[in-house]
């Protein structure tokens, strides 16, 4: 199930949150995934770093429901011009 659902131009889009850590890092970063939901070919999907990072996994998911769903339709729109 999508963590939040946007549309653009008319294509609905499944956002899904996670978080990383790189190898030697401390702070752990928000990554975002889109897929289109409906599409004729195969589904399109890419992830998106988010600039949100923690020390703390839980820190960052209660943050990323903070998010306005502007700046995730930005963030699309920087993917998928």
Not at 36 to 44: G, L, S
Not at 69 to 78: G, I, N, P, T
Request: proline share 7%.
């Amino acid at each position: 199930m999508a963590w939040r659902v946007i549309s653009r131009e008319g294509e609905v889009w499944h956002v899904h949150r996670a978080v990383e850590r790189r190898p030697n890092q401390s702070q752990w970063q928000l990554v975002l995934s889109f897929r289109a939901a409906e599409t004729a070919q195969e589904p399109e999907t890419f992830w998106a770093p988010y600039p949100l990072e923690s020390t703390s996994k839980s820190s960052l998911f209660i943050q990323a429901e903070k998010i306005p769903d502007e700046a995730l339709h930005d963030l699309l729109c920087q993917h998928r011009p």
